[in-house]
């Protein structure tokens, strides 16, 4: 990363957390914390009805972006007609999009419109970083942290998991070199703040749905603090290799679930759709 793009991303980064800090400094009293004074991230997170909110002008989708998939003639184009509208265009609840470089624009056009082949949640492969979002239930200790991710519906989302030293110590020469799906993650406190960097990792995610490919490049920062019993997150990504500069992720609030009965169900096992396809012993 050059001298350049390492002063942006901290001027992002700055920015990020100048409104972290603002919020956070305001439900400190009433954040639970570790023997060690850490604040506490363990439990479940995101029960029902925890999802980030959204203006109603946020869901003008139709009327502001005309599907690219309903032909003229077509005689069925509703949202409930998977093939006949751009769902994944008109989905989208923010504006807030990564900025590819141009000689890019045509790829992540051609992932977008053709995502029903080429996203690939429908390969079954770990999400990655930041697709993933929020993890569904922390195990934190005063060294490391442990994510669990709940498994997402129609088997395209495994049941994943992530466990994040947090005590400071620097990436792994080895590990980081690495190309993997979660990356090479490390973490430490900035004050009430949890900052998670990740490098290390594979070009096969998407940054978010709608053709948001990623490359090898990438490094994302992830940043995780409470709000009373809502935990907040937040992703800075920055990946030279086809950004004209870093993306801040819209944050995502999600609710703790302190229901004694709460767990994570075991995921259902990847489904493949080819094997009828198959019409030989031997293995590709």
Known sequence: MTNRRKHLLAAVAGLALASVFTAAAAQTAAIPRTPAGKPDLSGMWGRAGSAPGFSDKQFEFEAIFPSRRCAPTQPDCTPQTNQGIDGEFTARASANRPLYKPEFWDKVQFLDMNTNQEDPL???????????????????????????????????????????????????????????????????????????????????????????????????????????????????????????????????????????????????????????????????
Not at 189 to 217: E, R
Not at 247 to 269: C, F, H, I, K, N
């Open 122 to 284: 429908f390969a079954c492969q770990p999400y990655g970083v930041p697709r993933v979002g929020p993890p569904a239930k922390i195990i934190q200790s005063e060294k490391e942290i442990a994510f669990l991710y709940r498994a997402g519906i129609a088997d395209t989302k495994p049941a994943d998991y992530r466990v994040i030293p947090i005590d400071g110590r620097p990436h792994d020469p080895i590990r980081s070199l690495d190309v993997t799906f979660y990356g090479d993650s490390v973490g430490k406190w900035d004050g009430d703040v949890l900052v998670i960097d990740s490098v290390g990792f594979n070009d096969l995610t998407w940054l978010a749905s709608g053709g948001y490919f990623s490359s090898d490049q990438k490094h994302t920062i992830e940043r995780l603090w409470r709000e009373g019993d809502t935990l907040v997150y937040q992703v800075t990504v920055d990946d030279p290799g086809v950004l004209v500069q870093p993306w801040v992720m819209d944050a995502q609030r999600v609710a703790l679930d302190t229901s004694p009965e709460a767990y994570l169900a075991e995921g259902q096992p990847c489904k493949d759709y080819d094997r009828e396809n198959m019409s030989s012993q031997i293995r590709h």
